[in-house]
C-alpha cells in the first residue's frame, strides 16, 4: 500500500474520531431542542461545568471555598479526601439533574410560550450564569482530568503529540490513533444507542416524543410538560458530563472546553436539529471533512489552517440547499 | 327530574347511571370577557351529553374547564362524587378523562400505532428506572398496553394505515385516530369536541356510528360539541343549549327541539 494512500487513511481515522467529540456536544443540542424548541447556547458551558464539578468532587475541593474564605477569613481549600471516579459521576450526575430542575423551575417555568427567541436568550445569559458559577465553585485554573475505573484501568489521556507516534501497524504502515479517541466513540456509540432505545421503547421516551410533537396533545394524553422538561435537561446534563469528560481527558478541563459548542452548530445544520442519529453522522462529517479537507487541499493549495472555517462553510452549504439538514423532519404539509 | 344517584332505562334499552360529573356555576372570563355565564348541568354514568350552540356560545370553553385547560373563575366541578380541586389538563387525564380537540391535535411525526400508544400513557404504572432497564414488569406493562391498543385499532378499522405516520393520512382518518388515541386511555368520561366537524355526510355517518358503538360496547360516558343539529339529536340522549355564554336548555333532544329559545338562537332572533 503506497505511504500516500495509508496517511490519507490515517488522517481520514482520525477525522471520525474527531467528529466523534464533536457529535456528543451535537446530541445534547438536539434532546433539548427536540423536546422544547429551546435551542440550548448553554450546552457547551453544561459539558464545561459538569467536567469542572466531575474533578472538584474527585479531589474532595471544596466548592464556592474562594468565596467562603473571603467572607470568613477561613483558609479552606479541601476536605482532603479524594473520591473514587465511579462515585463521582454518580455524584455529578445528581448535580446536573439538580441544575435540571433549577433551570426548568427558575427560568424555563416562566416563559412557557414565548418566542423562540426570547428562549434563545435566556440560554444565552444561562451560559455566561453558569460559567461564572463554575469559576466561584471550582476556581479558574487548568485541571487534569483522570477517570479511573479501577486501579490501572484509566480513561487513556488524550495525546497532544501529532502523528509522528504509532498506535498500531497494519498494512506495514504504522497507524497513529489516540486511544481516547477510541474510548471516546465507543462510549458515544453506546450512549446514542441507549438514547434512541430510551426514546422509543419506554413510557417516558414516548412521553418525550409526544412533547416534542405536541404540547396540547401531550397534555390531554395526561404527560406532564415540567417533568418532560426537567428529565430533557437532566439527560441533556448528563450527555454534557459525558462529552466533558471525553473533552477533558483530551485537553484538559479549562474554561475554553464551553467554546466547543460552537463547533457544534455546523454539526447541527448538517445532521438536522432534531435528529439524534444526525447529530452523530453530522459531527463524523464535519471531523472527516475537516481533517480530509485539510490534508488533500487545505494544506498543498490554500496555505493551511482550513480546519477552522471549513465546518461553516459546509454548514452554509447545507443551508442553501437543505436546510432541515440531513436526517431533520421533512415538512410534510397537506394542503 | 330524576334524582343524581339514580339509574334509568333509556327507550333502546341502554342503562344510564347515576351523575358522574356535575359543574355547579361555572363562571369563565377572558379579561373583561365572560365566555361562559353561570352554568350548571350534569352527565351521568354511559349518557352521551351533546353541548351544541351557535358560534361563539363557548362550548369549547366549557370543555375546556372539564378537561382543565382553562380554570373557571367561579364556581365548582365536582367529579365522581368529590368536588375537584383545580388541576392541570394532565392531572385531568390522569383521573380518568380523555379528549380530543376541535383542531385535530395528534403527534403528527408518530405512526398511528405510535399516537394510539401514547393514549396507555396514564396506564403505565412503571417507574423511570425499571422503565430504563426494560425488563419484567415494564416489559409485561407494554405488551399488556400494545393489545389494548391495537383492540382499539380494530375496533375503529384503522388497521390498514397502523404504521402510517399520521401527517400523511386525510383529514377524516385523522379525526379517528384522535378517537382511537382518546380511546386508548379507557376514559371513564371521553370528551370530543366537534368530531364530525368539515367532514362529508359519508364520514359523518361513520363517525356517528363509531361514538354510538364505543358508547355501546365500552359503556364510555361521552360529552360531546356539535354543530350539526341533525347529528346531534340522533345521537345524544341529553342535549346542553348555549348562547352567548348563557344555558338557554338543557333535557332531551325532543325537549331541545320545541324549547322557543332555542330555536331563536338557532334561526337568529335580534339578541337585545
Redesign the interface.
Known amino acids: 500500500m503506497p505511504e500516500q494512500l495509508a496517511f490519507t487513511i490515517e488522517v481520514f481515522l482520525n477525522g471520525l474520531m474527531a467528529g466523534v467529540l464533536y457529535a456528543l456536544v451535537a446530541l445534547g443540542f438536539v434532546l433539548i431542542y427536540k423536546a422544547s424548541g429551546i435551542f440550548n447556547y448553554a450546552q457547551g458551558v453544561m459539558a464545561l461545568f459538569a467536567a469542572m464539578t466531575l474533578v472538584g468532587i474527585q479531589n474532595g475541593q471544596v466548592p464556592f471555598s474562594h468565596l467562603i474564605n473571603a467572607i470568613f477569613g477561613t483558609d479552606v481549600h479541601s476536605f482532603g479526601w479524594s473520591v473514587h471516579s465511579g462515585l463521582a459521576i454518580v455524584f455529578t450526575v445528581f448535580v446536573m439533574i439538580a441544575l435540571a430542575w433549577m433551570v426548568q423551575k427558575f427560568v424555563f417555568r416562566h416563559l412557557v410560550g414565548q418566542e423562540p427567541i426570547i428562549l434563545f436568550m435566556a440560554t444565552i445569559g444561562l451560559a455566561y450564569f453558569l460559567e461564572g458559577v463554575a469559576d466561584l465553585m471550582w476556581g479558574s485554573e487548568i485541571k487534569s482530568l483522570n477517570v479511573c475505573a479501577a486501579e490501572g484501568a484509566c480513561l487513556p489521556q488524550g495525546i497532544n503529540m501529532w502523528i509522528d507516534e504509532t498506535t498500531f501497524t497494519a498494512f506495514g504502515y504504522g497507524f497513529f490513533i489516540d486511544n481516547l479517541d477510541i474510548v471516546a466513540s465507543i462510549v458515544a456509540a453506546i450512549l446514542v444507542i441507549g438514547l434512541v432505545?430510551?426514546a422509543q421503547?419506554?413510557?417516558?421516551?414516548?412521553?418525550m416524543?409526544?412533547v416534542?410533537?405536541?404540547h396540547?396533545?401531550?397534555?390531554?394524553?395526561?404527560?406532564?410538560?415540567n417533568f418532560i422538561w426537567v428529565?430533557v435537561w437532566s439527560l441533556a446534563g448528563f450527555v454534557a458530563l459525558v462529552a466533558g469528560i471525553m473533552w477533558g481527558a483530551k485537553s484538559g478541563v479549562q474554561f475554553s472546553l464551553s467554546l466547543i459548542a460552537l463547533k457544534a452548530l455546523p454539526v447541527l445544520m448538517l445532521g438536522g436539529f432534531t435528529s439524534i442519529p444526525g447529530a452523530i453522522v453530522g459531527g463524523l462529517i464535519i471531523g472527516v471533512g475537516e481533517k480530509l479537507f485539510e490534508f488533500l487541499i487545505g494544506a498543498p493549495f490554500l496555505g493551511g489552517a482550513t480546519e477552522n472555517w471549513f465546518a461553516y462553510m459546509l454548514a452554509l452549504l447545507f443551508l442553501v440547499f437543505r436546510p432541515q439538514g440531513l436526517f431533520g423532519?421533512k415538512i410534510?404539509?397537506?394542503v | 327530574m330524576k334524582d343524581q344517584a339514580d339509574s334509568y332505562q333509556t327507550a333502546d334499552g341502554r342503562t344510564i347511571g347515576p351523575v358522574v360529573m356535575e359543574m355547579r356555576n361555572i363562571t369563565l372570563r377572558f379579561g373583561g370577557v365572560e365566555a361562559i355565564k353561570d352554568i350548571s348541568f350534569d352527565i351521568r354514568e354511559g349518557e352521551i351529553r351533546a353541548i351544541i350552540g351557535p358560534n361563539g356560545a363557548g362550548k369549547s370553553s366549557m370543555l375546556n374547564v372539564i378537561s382543565g385547560f382553562y380554570v373557571p373563575q367561579e364556581g365548582e366541578v365536582w367529579y365522581k362524587g368529590a368536588r375537584r380541586p383545580p388541576m392541570k389538563p394532565f392531572e385531568v387525564a390522569e383521573q380518568g378523562i380523555a379528549r380530543t380537540f376541535q383542531n385535530i391535535a395528534l403527534f403528527e411525526g408518530m405512526s398511528v400505532l405510535d399516537n394510539v400508544m401514547t393514549g396507555r400513557l396514564t396506564h403505565m404504572k412503571t417507574g423511570l428506572f425499571s422503565q430504563s432497564l426494560w425488563k419484567g414488569k415494564a416489559e409485561r406493562e407494554e405488551v399488556a398496553n400494545r393489545e389494548v391498543a391495537e383492540k382499539i385499532i380494530d375496533f375503529l378499522e384503522i388497521q390498514a394505515i397502523r404504521k402510517t405516520p399520521v401527517a400523511r393520512l386525510p383529514y377524516g382518518l385523522k379525526k379517528r385516530v384522535e378517537l382511537a388515541r382518546a380511546l386508548a386511555a379507557e376514559p371513564t368520561i371521553l370528551l370530543l369536541d366537534e368530531p364530525m366537524a368539515g367532514m362529508n355526510v359519508e364520514e359523518k355517518e361513520d363517525m356517528s356510528r363509531f361514538i354510538l358503538d364505543v358508547n355501546d360496547e365500552f359503556g364510555t360516558t361521552i360529552a360531546l360539541i356539535e354543530h350539526d343539529m341533525g347529528v346531534v339529536m340522533d345521537l345524544s340522549d341529553r342535549v346542553v343549549v348555549m348562547d352567548y355564554g348563557r344555558k338557554i336548555g338543557d333535557g332531551t333532544p325532543q325537549d331541545v327541539r320545541n324549547n322557543q329559545e332555542v330555536i331563536d338562537a338557532y334561526l337568529g332572533v335580534a339578541h337585545d
Do not use: H, M, N
Open positions: 432505545a430510551f421503547y419506554t413510557k417516558q421516551g414516548r412521553a416524543r409526544a416534542a410533537d405536541d396540547q396533545a401531550a397534555l390531554s394524553v395526561g404527560v406532564s410538560l428529565l423532519e410534510i404539509e397537506r
